[in-house]
């Protein structure tokens, strides 16, 4: 944890550098990208019952979760475009503060959805505020605090992320013990839930009433208004090849991690709820319950083991993410990157094919290091590839543009899913019982997430084209 891998001759480790101005810019930097991730989760953990009370009966609410996740992520990128330049140009703390209330708001009125098509209308408005939050924290960040100890506090503002995560995973089991106490009914639990995550609106009082723009955007912002340069320019981005090169380079970098997160990863509910569905189910069959004391065992279970599933995924996540800035130190950006794509490729095949039963999640934990880490090399590395007046939009662009491709991802495994399972079903013996069939697409599921996780090996050959920053100060123009 020592600093020292900046300087051979420095021994301070990199809080050290930290004034008591730098801790709170970090705190709320922090907390609005934490209750982001908060809103996220319970989105991924909820969105299933959100659906089977809102849909017509006998429509398949899976599939249509991966139609909600590819809008709220078309939302995200929307999002992301849009307040990273409105970032660059009137202020990180400003427009930090919209899009926490934007989030927070729009996570609160899903709860009062009535019809798949408001909910789906609610979640891509939540999107644009969840999209902005990333760009706008980690420039804020990267402006405000000491170059010794930026890299390290993006990876600890990465990290806290799982804390929002964990903190939904809680939500959930509790939700859980509601329902099976009888104290709340699951068509009900989704809309608690979802009215919980729209607390964080209280952050933006805190936000405005102390948090100034960070003095080096003010100074640039002041010199740049004398030279006529542009601030939050997609023309400048794009146009010159300076920031080219590793906007659309980077943006290809975040693909590959997002549709792996967000087209894989966060199925893992669906994955632990057939699985742990299947196995309660024979055994309950077995002790001659009826079919009504079954439904109530398995919404009630289902709930627990989704989120003792997610807290064990972003435990894993935590150190994940905490160990990349660490690694990049010592081995640099690219080869750290290299590494941690590699292992997501692996850990991702080996949770969604060999998990089987709830004393496998462990496996769990160890998908979310890697997948996660990658998201904490995003938070250290994008920053370090563009100047201050694009710090923010360059940062944006690379994470959040490339979610128009990444909404595909969810899109694409439901699509895969559906195809393999009604070739698997049809492939059944005739008269092929329920519990027959419920394997055969669980089967076909798998194989999806197989298919639409060598994503990850596009990660690994952009990596080569893109410059090592190790040791590097951020650039200028």
Known sequence: MNNSAL??????YWWQYMTSYHWFVFVMAALAWLFDCLDQQIFI?????ALKNLLEK???????????????VAGWATGGLIFGSVGDRVGRAKTLTLTVLLYSVFTGLSALSTSWWDFAIYRFITGLGVGGVFGLAVALIADTLPDRARPFALGLLQALSAVGNITAGVISIWMGSLIKSGS??????????????????FLCVFIQLKLKEPEKWVQAREAGRATGVKFGSYTSLLGEARWRKPALLGMVLCISGVIGLWGIGFFAPELVGDVINTSLTEKMKAQGLDEVAIKAELSSQGAYYKGLNSIIQ?????????????LAQRLGRRATFVILFIGALAATNGYFQLFKSADQMWMSAVMGFFQLALFAGFAV??????????????????????????????FTLGILQKRLGDAAIANLPKGADEAAQAAAKLGAFRDATMWVSLVFLLGIAVVFFLPETKGRPMPED
């Not at 006998?58 to 709220?72: C, E």
């Not at 920053?383 to 595909?408: D, I, K, M």
């Open 45 to 49: 953990l909820f969105r299933d019952t």
């Open 58 to 72: 006998g429509v398949d609410a899976k599939a249509y979760g991966g139609y909600a996740t590819s809008i709220f």
């Open 314 to 326: 972003n435990f894993g996540a935590f150190f994940g993410m905490l160990s990349f800035p660490f």
């Open 381 to 410: 590395y994008l920053p370090e590839l563009f100047p201050t007046r694009l710090r923010s939009t360059g940062t944006s662009f690379c994470y959040n543009v490339g979610r128009f491709l990444a909404a595909t991802g969810p």
């Open 7 to 12: 300087d051979g001759n420095d021994t301070k």
């Open 184 to 201: 709340l009914s699951e068509n009900t639990s989704w809309k608690v839930a979802f009215l919980i995550g729209s607390v964080p609106a």
